[in-house]
């Protein structure tokens, strides 16, 4: 039988709740538990699929397509656990269950209410995670402890906790200790009172964990013991890592967290090994290289729009012991001249829908391609690599995309003949995981060690098979395409330092301990390109 974890928040949102749930996850692991995660988010949207990146940072896809939440990536970049729909659910997608039954008369009459019929349908959720190879199933629940629309799901998790019986759950509750500078003190308040909130509606934290820039005294450890009712012991600090947050996992394994939570579990210790992840955090701290990687966007005011390329970056460079420095710029900015691309050792160009932002896209990718600067183009970054090749290279000089501009001559990215029709625009999305075959002498082929991969799409304009033949024989040409041959999936140009472009998200699938091939590919680039230009510059003083 599943045994179950929930992690709640208090004080402030953005506290981290996610990296903590993810690197107790991965310390679960290793020492060898099957472990599921999921969040659920408190929002009324049924999936953050409709959200601006601006309000909801960079929405996350699952192998089976589902669109998520951003702490997803978390789990699967620290613990190395494959998150699925079952991992993700919002008021949204319970309401709407909720009613649905009840229009399907599912309720025979009764009356609907949140306790019991919604707060039965979060812990339906909640058990959605369990299964005979799951040990522990761990729970994030969004908000802040106060939040009104927190309520139901905590009353769902004290409700699941009193059922599943006593050594079968844990509350986890991570909270702010505030540093008051000009006072010069930690102070503890207003962890008691969050967790006062929590104790209000029944909820009595096993475990605090205490988001801190200072370290706590013992004094501030036994207030926080005495007034939250929590034993000493089981008062964790999380002071904020230097670095990475790749530090975070070993920190409280030092205050043996993972050990506290499975003696409140009942369940063995068992021996854990961070030998590896260890050699990961010295490399991310001490780093013996450096490349600056220009990331050109239009949500650059929002690093959270990004996070899972800031990772795969960083992964990449991790592997290569190298400080990978991301210069956001602002597409927009540079379209209007205000920013310059210089001093920079390679790009990407991320995914994105509208045509914000394009043309600052497509003259970082033409600087690119003229200046022979490592570039790698995804989703849209692709079908912008696309476009600019067809207008100058090609000479279509009205070559663009039909997203945007459907009255184009020459629309080299455009709708499958199939979609063309369908009124409703999630019938047009490709989401999730999809095949792709590479060709034989292609450098993709060479990074992937592989004929096939799967990647994680989320897009729904393709290369317009129309202009295939102009592109095939190009020196911008097509190496990777799904298996029927139908939909190409990557373009890139052999004669250059690298200049690669996928349809796919490929940061999706990077983790610490194994970067993306494409991300190990362009920082390696990068890293040459950038030795090379130091000596042309030694050269010519």
């Known amino acids: 039988m599943s045994k179950f974890i929930f992690i709640t928040g208090g004080v402030v949102s953005s506290l981290g709740k996610g990296i903590t749930a993810a690197s107790l996850a991965m310390l679960l692991k290793r020492r060898g538990y099957r472990v599921a995660m999921q969040k659920l988010d408190p929002y009324l949207n049924v999936d953050p699929g409709t959200m601006s990146p601006y309000q909801h940072g960079e929405l996350y896809v699952t192998d089976d397509g589902a669109e998520t939440d951003l702490d997803l990536g978390h789990y699967e970049r620290f613990a190395g656990i494959t998150c699925t729909r079952a991992s993700n659910y919002t008021s949204g997608r319970i309401y709407s269950n909720v009613i649905a039954r009840e229009r399907a008369g599912g309720y025979l009459g009764g009356t609907v209410q949140v306790i019991p019929h919604v707060t039965d349908e979060i812990k339906a959720a909640i058990r959605s995670a369990a299964a005979p190879d799951v040990d522990i199933v761990m729970t994030e629940i969004g908000g802040t402890a106060g939040d009104i629309e927190s309520l139901p799901f905590l009353e769902?998790?004290?409700?699941?906790?009193?059922?599943?019986?006593?050594?079968?759950?844990?509350?986890?509750?991570?909270?702010?200790?505030?540093?008051?500078?000009?006072?010069?003190?930690?102070?503890?308040?207003?962890?008691?009172?969050?967790?006062?909130?929590?104790?209000?509606?029944?909820?009595?934290?096993?475990?605090?964990?205490?988001?801190?820039?200072?370290?706590?005294?013992?004094?501030?450890?036994?207030?926080?013991?005495?007034?939250?009712?929590?034993?000493?012991?089981?008062?964790?600090?999380?002071?904020?890592?230097?670095?990475?947050?790749?530090?975070?996992?070993?920190?409280?394994?030092?205050?043996?967290?993972?050990?506290?939570?499975?003696?409140?579990?009942?369940?063995?210790?068992?021996?854990?090994?961070?030998?590896?992840?260890?050699?990961?955090?010295?490399?991310?701290?001490?780093?013996?290289?450096?490349?600056?990687?220009?990331?050109?966007?239009?949500?650059?005011?929002?690093?959270?729009?990004?996070?899972?390329?800031?990772?795969?970056?960083?992964?990449?460079?991790?592997?290569?012991?190298?400080?990978?420095?991301?210069?956001?710029?602002?597409?927009?900015?540079?379209?209007?001249?205000?920013?310059?691309?210089?001093?920079?050792?390679?790009?990407?160009?991320?995914?994105?829908?509208?045509?914000?932002?394009?043309?600052?896209?497509?003259?970082?990718?033409e600087y690119a391609r003229t200046r022979r600067v490592p570039l790698l183009g995804i989703c849209l970054g692709m079908q912008c690599m696309a476009i600019e090749y067809a207008r100058h290279v090609l000479d279509w000089e009205d070559a663009d995309s039909a997203e945007w501009n459907p009255e184009t001559r020459h629309a080299v990215i455009d709708l499958m003949p199939e979609q063309r029709g369908i009124t409703a625009k999630g019938g047009t999305m490709r989401l999730g995981s999809f095949p792709c075959m590479l060709a034989p002498d292609s450098r993709v082929r060479a990074l992937y060690g592989a004929d096939e991969i799967a990647e994680r799409h989320r897009h729904r304009y393709e290369f317009n098979n129309l202009f295939r033949e102009e592109f095939s024989g190009g020196a911008l040409h097509i190496a990777g395409t799904s298996p029927d041959g139908r939909l190409v999936e990557i373009l890139e140009m052999a004669d250059h330092p690298f200049f690669i472009g996928c349809q796919f998200h490929p940061e999706f699938k990077s983790q610490p301990a194994s970067p993306h091939p494409l991300f190990a590919g362009l920082i390696e680039a990068a890293l040459q390109y950038k030795d090379k230009e130091h000596s042309h510059h030694a050269e010519t003083h």
């Open 156 to 365: 769902a998790a004290r409700q699941f906790k009193h059922e599943a019986g006593e050594g079968n759950a844990v509350f986890l509750h991570l909270t702010l200790l505030p540093y008051i500078r000009a006072a010069g003190e930690l102070k503890t308040k207003p962890s008691q009172q969050s967790v006062g909130i929590l104790r209000n509606i029944g909820i009595f934290p096993d475990i605090l964990v205490c988001r801190t820039e200072v370290p706590m005294t013992e004094e501030h450890g036994k207030k926080l013991a005495l007034f939250c009712n929590v034993p000493r012991d089981r008062v964790i600090e999380e002071r904020d890592v230097r670095h990475s947050i790749y530090e975070v996992p070993p920190e409280l394994a030092a205050q043996q967290l993972d050990v506290k939570v499975l003696r409140l579990l009942e369940l063995p210790e068992r021996e854990l090994d961070l030998t590896d992840w260890n050699r990961i955090v010295e490399a991310a701290v001490h780093p013996r290289r450096s490349c600056r990687i220009g990331l050109v966007g239009k949500y650059t005011s929002c690093r959270d729009a990004y996070k899972s390329v800031f990772e795969a970056l960083s992964h990449a460079g991790i592997a290569r012991r190298a400080r990978v420095e991301v210069v956001s710029v602002e597409a927009e900015a540079l379209e209007a001249g205000d920013v310059a691309l210089d001093d920079l050792d390679g790009i990407v160009v991320p995914g994105g829908f509208g045509s914000r932002g394009v043309p600052g896209k497509i003259k970082a990718i």
